[in-house]
């Protein structure tokens, strides 16, 4: 199993440039989630998902867009760009809801 | 939404002194308490993790404890060591995991 696999680990934008961060799983999880965390921060939830075809807001949903078309993948679309958008951002996958499984992270830098 | 704060921000103990850090949530509803280390520039790891309907639990040199009136929660670490340098995140899930701030725990040799 390789678990929650994240692509890509790096990526510097421009601002207005957009970009689909990539998160798949192979364990078979319903559950998916997308956070960010900010330096220094705690991880605040942007958008979740509890099965293909579902999906809905966290805390901090503004400025990006999620899809669930298969179990397995739960990519995050930025659209537009902007520094404030400048974050780790991990992806987590969980059978019910509790034990969460993290993605390595993406590194994003808006510029 | 659920509301999760933590405390303190930063620890520093002498090795093999004992480390708390103690969480207050907002939703009566959540059931379910994590607990993840962090360790700079890699992802949260679970470390314990605690269900509402138990007052407390152990592995090892960690336990967990809950206090469900009150509304909180605290990681205890025994018998510190260098390694449990790092950043700790507690949580608080009904369907969705809200974290706390988090801890930076500094283990002096």
């Known amino acids: 199993n390789a678990g929650v696999t994240q692509t890509p680990k790096f990526r510097i934008l421009k601002i207005g440039q957009s970009m689909t961060l990539q998160c798949t799983q192979d364990m078979n999880h319903n559950y998916m989630y997308w956070y960010r965390q900010d330096p220094g921060m705690g991880l605040k939830l942007i958008y979740y998902?509890?099965?293909?075809?579902?999906?809905d807001k966290g805390e901090v949903p503004n400025g990006y867009n999620v899809s669930r078309s298969t179990t397995e993948d739960f990519p995050l679309r930025l659209e537009l760009a902007a520094p404030s958008q400048t974050s780790v951002y991990f992806c987590?996958?969980?059978?019910?809801?509790?034990?969460?499984?993290f993605g390595s992270g993406t590194r994003l830098t808006v510029v | 939404g659920e509301n999760v704060e933590q405390h303190p921000s930063t620890l520093s103990v002498q090795e093999g002194d004992s480390a708390v850090i103690k969480c207050t949530y907002s939703d009566s509803a959540s059931n379910y308490f994590p607990w993840y280390k962090q360790e700079l520039g890699k992802r949260p790891q679970l470390i314990i993790d605690i269900r509402s309907n138990v007052g407390e639990k152990k592995d090892q040199r960690i336990a967990v404890t809950l206090n469900k009136t009150a509304k909180h929660f605290s990681l205890h670490i025994t018998e510190t060591q260098p390694e449990d340098s790092a950043v700790y995140f507690c949580?608080?899930?009904?369907?969705?995991?809200?974290f706390g701030a988090g801890t930076t725990v500094t283990v002096r040799a």
């Open positions: 949580a608080a899930s009904r369907n969705k995991l809200s």
């Open positions: 987590a996958s969980s059978k019910t809801g509790v034990g969460y499984t």
């Open positions: 998902s509890v099965g293909a075809g579902i999906t």
